[in-house]
């Protein structure tokens, strides 16, 4: 037999982006694009105690068990430092607290993993004889120590990291010591016990340079590549290369000029050498270099002390987009920042992570931080392909945090908006069966009462319809609704408001205007359609007959007869702020910003014949109060949405509610990272997560309440961005969207790029053979596969590769005899 799902986002295995159909499995793919401009930013862990360890100097490792490993240099027990364990959703062990005993205190630099499994690092200080260890710790926290330096001739105080070259047997740096008292590289054998220490080099404070700080790296063959922080031929650090006979060749020795001074670690590009320099420069704030292999150092990028920061630090980190990833601390903010420099170096490559000002793509800024900690220390590449590091200070409790960036969730301005094109556009955008997005802007176009605009997916946008505050009115806020006919519906706002309809050719006919009495008035949020007619909602309008009245539920017809199915009053909630969603019980579901009976706000049930019930009242606790955002039913049947908080007192919350009325709180926004006082309408991807907006931030939630931030939009003082509104998914899997600022600082269209799995549409056995399509990426190719044993490794190839085209992809398979088949799809 066949096995088939349907409608199921995918299971990812590891690395190996793919999909099984099976019985109970489920369907789709993870893509892999390149490595942008523009990550998602996530604070894993806050050191807030002594106890957990405090003051991470060195980032992280990730494990072959996909865990992370890492030192704090204080804290733990004795508050001699630690060494750690973090999964990538923040779960966090401490393994190990030092005691400056034989173990040694105060580590600094990171760790690596053995061939064995093991992890090895050293420990500035401690041991036998006070000058440092070099030590072994498993992942459930054994700790074993291998040596301990004593001062003299091996040196003290190690602060690089190690390296392995063959099975157990590592090398490394330390920073004093030696017999002329500037550092010295060693080699340990960690399988003889015990470990046998080797003296590899000592340094001499001359053109060889003087207190290695940073890790090796090796280039094979018995070939490593080093540097030292001070010495060299002016004093201001060198490069060097050392064999494991310990042959040395002193490099190259920095100038403190443009070529820059004190030189940290080495990144090994497939055309040379990368690194970071401390100091020097054009700005005397550190250089970003490249030194080919046969000598000859080119300076890449001088630091500015501006917004990108001052004083790099660590190592780079080579992305899979061949480009390379680093930190700096101080910078315009005093905390630091995350850069990216291209190995062609110019200064308008150096592009930002996660903090690009859309419309102003130009700053080459970097990720600033400041509840993120400050200080950063260095970042690696993850094997899921994200960076990761940690940072030194601040963070929730004061003592430095785990980072994560997420390097294949990637923001582009599309669009930045400017008066005739219209300005201000708060409502998103929507896809039409064209391929086209539609948006309204509430100001601009010719006459400055808002415009209606189209925009490719290049970001090519016109302008459709300009707002003349005549019988069309003006000011256009709420998103776009297509209707079965092939038009475009939507409301405007001012004079008490219009529904109207749009043509794609341009010519818009008002179906109803507002009068503020008993047909309401205001209208906001999306239309619904339901057959023939819209149903909609209303923010004002007269109530029994007198006073301003709370907001209206209404119906109308396409030839513009409108019915008010239902008058808010005080009771039962005022002001329905994001318009209404129609569930699969037929009955419609909303929220009113205010009123209800704890005058926090509520959530409403009414059926198309006008019957209405309050389902909930919020309480200004855990539930949050005045739920600015709509509603949203998920595929399990629930509807899902967001509160906005009570000012400062609470600041937000993402809940569920069942359509009988049964409330749970999922989630409780801190004003932290992940933002505050969501009020825009949540939406379901493919993936089955829920992606929404909270102040500056872009998150995703899952359905039992794990929330990720995906992008924080930032400030400037021309482009403030900030309170994005509702998102849409488009048939290329993308996110789009619409935020204030931008180059006129009128607004913005964006797309945000998030792996997302491929969604079976449809799976049949027909005619003798099993049919499937799928929502996919365009562009990217796939191999479908299958195998007869899910417990095999033999997956055969289905045809050949397979394209998408407007986000949907097929394949078929002519059954042969085989008792059963399972299928998956890999990303090429």
């Given amino acids: 037999m066949t096995h088939l799902t349907s409608e199921e986002p995918c299971i990812v295995l590891k690395s190996v982006r793919l999909f099984l159909l099976a019985a109970g499995a489920s369907l789709g793919l993870i893509a892999s694009p390149s490595l942008q401009a523009g990550v998602v930013f996530t604070t894993l862990h806050s050191f807030t105690t002594n106890l957990n ?31 750690y364990r973090a999964a990538t959703n923040g779960m966090y062990t401490l393994l190990y607290s030092f005691t400056n005993g034989i173990d040694g205190s105060h580590p600094t630099s990171s760790l690596i993993q053995g061939t064995d499994g093991s992890f090895y690092g050293t420990a500035e200080r401690g041991g036998t004889n006070n000058q440092g260890t070099i030590f072994q710790i498993t992942s459930n926290g054994i700790f074993n120590p291998l040596y301990s330096f004593t001062g003299g001739a091996d040196g003290s105080a190690p ?35 015990p470990a046998q220490f080797t003296l590899l080099y000592t340094f001499t404070n001359g053109v060889d340079g003087a207190t290695p700080t940073s890790a090796l790296v090796s280039a094979g063959g018995g070939v490593f590549y080093g540097t030292a922080t001070s010495g060299g031929a002016s004093s201001n650090g060198a490069i060097f290369e050392l064999t494991s006979s310990g042959a040395f060749t002193p490099l190259y020795s920095f100038t403190n000029g443009l070529d820059g001074s004190g030189p940290l670690g080495l990144a090994l590009g497939s055309d040379g050498l990368y690194g970071l320099a401390q100091a020097g420069g054009t700005d005397h704030a550190g250089t970003v270099f490249k030194m080919a ?56 490559l150096l592009t930002t992570l996660a903090a690009t000002i859309p419309g102003s793509l130009g700053n080459a800024s970097g990720y600033s931080f400041n509840l993120d900690g400050d200080e950063p220390t260095g970042l690696i590449l993850g094997s899921d392909g994200n960076l990761y590091g940690t940072v030194t200070y601040g963070g929730g409790g004061g003592y430095g945090t785990i980072i994560e960036l997420v390097s294949n969730s990637v923001i582009a301005p599309l669009f930045s908006f400017g008066f005739a094109a219209g300005e201000y556009p708060d409502a998103g955008v929507i896809q039409a069966p064209d391929g086209n997005f539609y948006g309204a802007a509430y100001y601009g176009g010719l006459a400055n009462d808002g415009a209606i605009f189209k925009m490719d997916a290049a970001g090519n946008t016109s302008l459709l319809y300009s707002f003349t505050n ?31 309809k749009l043509a794609f050719n341009g010519v818009l006919t008002t179906l109803h205007t507002f009068t503020n009495g008993t047909d309401g008035s ?46 808010f009053t005080s009771a039962d909630g005022r002001g329905p702020y994001n318009g209404i969603v129609q569930a699969t019980d037929g009955n419609f579901y909303g929220t009113v910003i205010f009123g209800s009976s704890n005058n926090f706000g509520g959530i409403f049930k009414i059926t198309p014949a006008g019957t209405f019930t309050s389902l909930y009242a919020f309480s200004n606790s855990a539930d949050g109060a005045f739920p600015y955002g709509g509603l949203t039913q998920a595929r399990d049947g629930n509807l899902y949405g967001t509160s906005g908080g009570y000012f400062n007192s609470t600041f937000g919350s993402i809940f569920k509610i069942t359509t009988n009325g049964l409330f749970t709180p999922l989630y409780i926004f801190t004003n932290g990272v992940d933002g505050s006082h ?29 929330l990720t931030v995906l992008y924080s939009f930032s400030y400037d003082a021309q482009s403030a961005v900030a309170s994005p509104g509702p998102l849409f ?32 549409l449809s799976a049949n056995l027909q005619a003798g053979q099993v049919n499937f399509t799928w929502r996919a990426v365009s562009g990217l190719q796939y191999q479908a596969q299958y195998t007869t044993n899910l417990a095999s490794t033999n997956w055969l190839n289905l045809g050949t590769p397979i394209g998408a085209t407007n986000g949907v992809a097929a394949f078929s398979d002519p059954i042969a005899a085989d008792p059963q088949r399972f299928y998956r799809l890999l990303s090429l």
């Fill in 522 to 567: 205001f209208p906001l949020g999306p239309l619904v359609e339901v057959g023939t007619n819209f149903f909609g909602a209303t923010l004002g309008g007269i109530t029994a007959g007198v006073g301003s009245g709370y907001g209206t539920v209404f119906e109308f017809s396409t030839n513009g007869a409108l019915n008010t199915l239902h008058s």
């Fill in 678 to 706: 969501p009020n825009t309408t949540l939406l379901q991807a493919w993936d089955g997560n829920l992606y929404g907006t909270s102040g500056s931030e872009i998150f995703q939630v899952t359905t039992n309440g794990v």
């Fill in 293 to 348: 292999f046969g000598g000859g150092l080119t300076a890449l990028y001088s630091f500015t002390n501006g917004v990108d920061g001052s004083g790099p630090v660590g190592s780079l980190a080579m992305g899979n987009d061949g480009a390379f990833y680093g930190v700096a601390n101080w910078g315009s903010n005093y905390a630091g920042t995350v850069f990216k420099v291209t190995p062609q170096g110019a200064c308008s």
């Fill in 729 to 760: 998914q488009a048939d290329d899997g993308d996110f789009y969207g619409t935020a204030p600022g931008g180059a006129d600082n009128v607004g913005i269209v964006f797309r945000l790029a998030v792996p997302m799995p491929a969604v079976c």
């Fill in 53 to 83: 360890g405090a003051l991470p100097y060195a980032p992280p490792i990730q494990g072959d068990d996909s865990f992370l490993y890492g030192t704090t240099s204080s804290g733990g027990t004795v508050k001699l430092g630690t060494v």
């Fill in 159 to 193: 602060q690089s990291a190690l390296i392995e070259v063959d099975e157990g047997e590592f090398y490394g740096t330390a920073s004093s010591g030696g017999a002329a008292g500037y550092g010295t590289v060693y080699e340990i054998n960690a399988q003889t016990n």
């Fill in 470 to 500: 005549g019988l069309d009115n003006e000011v256009p806020d709420s998103p776009l609704t297509i209707g079965s006919d092939g038009n475009l519906y939507g409301t405007t706002y001012s004079a008490f408001g219009t529904v109207f």
